[in-house]
């Protein structure tokens, strides 16, 4: 199992950037997928996620509206869109497979997850 983030980098405030998740040795349509982030000194948190279907998605409140995650299983990919950025979004991104296969709901806790990508690192300047 291999999941690869990308996509990240360096915006100002009200920036967007999309990052990328490319998913390997493993069918990803059988997974809901999560982003979580790990803020500077600060513990890891779930961000947003995406039921293995696609057809339910979660987010925590401070990015609603703001970011949308999306999947293309064909392509093997899951993406986290994240428009208006803020100063308190910098952090270091990960997506994380979860740990039961076609699960009807979003687990939004990083123990429901177990497998992880390299995370990617993006900062938002104000």
């Known amino acids: 199992v291999q999941l690869q983030a990308s996509g990240g980098g360096l915006v100002h405030t009200g920036g967007s950037l999309r990052l990328s998740c490319a998913a390997s040795g493993f069918t990803l349509d059988d997974y809901a997928m999560g982003w979580f982030r790990q803020p500077p000194g600060k513990l890891r948190e779930f961000v947003a996620g995406?039921?293995?279907?696609?057809?339910?998605?979660e987010y925590r409140d401070s990015v609603k509206g703001r970011f949308t995650v999306t999947r293309d299983n064909a392509e093997n990919t899951v993406y986290l869109q994240m428009n208006s950025l803020k100063p308190e979004d910098t952090a270091v991104y990960y997506c994380?497979?979860?740990?039961?296969?076609?699960?009807?709901?979003?687990?939004?806790?990083?123990?429901?997850?177990?497998?992880w990508g390299r995370g990617t690192l993006v900062t938002v300047s104000s």
């Open positions: 994380a497979r979860a740990l039961y296969r076609r699960r009807a709901t979003v687990a939004t806790i990083a123990g429901s997850y177990n497998a």
């Open positions: 995406i039921t293995w279907s696609g057809g339910r998605t």
